[in-house]
């Protein structure tokens, strides 16, 4: 089934092994076409990790953007596309009534510290040398639980209101959200983009942490963001270090006895 919520032009599909994958394969998609499972048999969020995408239970949805034919950016910027969809998320839980909203570096979104939504963003080049980013975001709305190895680690929106959300309605207002913000980003807004991060983000500054790389762990201090939306970690040596990728967890006594 097509729907559309202009911009955006919406392929549903019941079942799929993986909405960014699809997607992929939809090579003369115009900008803003989405597609959306009911359910995703292999989906997955950033390093590979498998999404739960139980059937009907969440937001399971891609949405291919193509920035090099709307916008000047290089492609350093694409980053911040990650920063920008974890900020229209955590927007609009908020608006549902949400409390303890939060976004971990550098876009899973929280609630409570307990994982609500990831967002896996994938980019290349067309043959033309056009950049196709794909954004995909996965939102827990109506589980009522989780597997138990997921059970202390991720929360739904039914869980956290105590009520069940459309999703439909809610796909419709994220996108809203986004396509907001991806005009701040078109149009060079990026200190905008960087300031509503942190200011819905307890890891913005000031925050332990430790970060795990592919090959490396350390800790420290979470100092702010540079530019491009790395992150920017004063060390337990005394030392600086600019994080672009990898993973951050705060850091708490269990982890230094």
Known sequence: MIVHHPPFTIYQFAVLGSTNDVLKQMTEAPEFTCVVAG???AGRGRRDRVWHSSPGDGLYLSVLLRPATTSAKA?????????????????????????????KWPNDVLVNERKL????IESGSTGAG?????????????????????????TSMKIELG??????????QLLSRLGRWYEHWKRGEDTAILGRWRQLSSYACGQRIIVTLDHEQFTGETAGLTDDGALLVRTADGGWRTVLS??????RKSDVD
């Open 246 to 251: 990898g993973e951050v967890k705060r850091l």
């Open 117 to 120: 939504s990831g967002i896996l």
């Open 163 to 172: 009520q069940a959300v459309a999703v439909d309605e809610f796909r419709n």
């Open 39 to 41: 359910e995703q048999t």
């Open 75 to 103: 492609p350093a910027k694409i980053p911040l596309l990650s920063l920008m969809t974890a900020v229209a998320v955590a927007e609009t839980v908020r608006e549902r009534g949400v409390r303890g909203v939060d976004i």
């Open 130 to 154: 056009e950049t196709r980013v794909i954004v995909g975001i996965g939102v827990n709305l109506n589980h009522p639980s989780f597997p138990e190895e997921l059970g202390q680690t991720a």
